[in-house]
């Protein structure tokens, strides 16, 4: 107990004495998942938006799809595109292996179902009278996204945040794709996995409590948008 304890106020130190290595391994982290979170939404809200507006062949097919891809282990994300960026696969020749631009494209691939998903039911669950409406009033296809898009935007956020929840959390694909490199592909849960298997426990504490944190942050932030929304 005096352990947990004593490796708690360690961690709690290397926060408020804001420990260089902590940031920089925690600014490493927002920024390649918030990249990868924008690379991903700019895609999969349209798609999703879409796809839940129109009726088409393989709509069922399209969701199961979206469905078995969001339970698709992180791993295998990652060793796909290992073989990709490897020095002997196809896009090798960009050297892209181990750094932050893998791990961006890593993590977008993997939450771009999930938010494909989201933005989907969330149109679906809005009134079913706004898009015929829509179309009786002879709103144009860009008219009609827009406004839908409007009408379902706190849904959107949500989708997006829980994107980015993944992105910020996801260990497998990071760790294969970025290596765990030092002021570059370093993130806060490959740190925390490396550095407690080292022994250093108060700064896996740390960066988890940070970890905490950013989650409970998006959460308020989503909370006060739909406050202020309502």
């Known amino acids: 107990m005096d352990y947990f304890v004593d490796s708690f106020f360690a961690a709690l130190r290397l926060i408020f004495q804001f420990d260089p290595e902590v940031y920089r391994i925690v600014w490493t982290s927002l920024e390649i998942s918030l990249t990868a979170t924008v690379c991903a939404a700019l895609l ?15 709509k069922r097919l399209l969701r199961r799809s979206l469905n078995a891809l969001m339970a698709m282990p992180t791993v295998m994300i990652g060793l796909i595109f290992y073989g990709l960026f490897s020095r002997r696969g196809p896009l090798g020749e960009f050297a892209l292996l181990y750094t932050p631009t893998a791990v961006i494209i890593g993590e977008a691939v993997l939450i771009f179902p999930l938010i494909m998903n989201l933005a989907m039911t969330a149109v679906e669950s809005a009134d079913p009278r706004l898009l015929p409406t829509l179309r009786s009033l002879g709103a144009s296809p ?19 945040a829980a994107g980015f929840g993944r992105a910020i959390g996801e260990v497998g694909t990071a760790m294969m794709l970025g290596g765990n490199i030092q002021g570059l592909t370093r993130t806060m849960t490959t740190a925390i ?26 959460n308020w932030l989503l909370q006060s948008a739909d406050r202020s929304a309502g």
């Open 142 to 160: 860009a008219q009609q996204f827009g406004l839908v898009l409007s009408e379902t935007r706190l849904a959107l956020l949500v989708a997006v």
């Open 193 to 218: 996995a490396l550095e407690t298997s080292k022994g250093e426990f108060e700064l896996g504490l740390a960066l988890g409590m940070m970890l905490l944190l950013v989650a409970f942050s998006v």
């Open 44 to 58: 999969a809200v349209p798609a999703g938006v879409w796809s839940a507006s129109i009726e088409f062949k393989g």
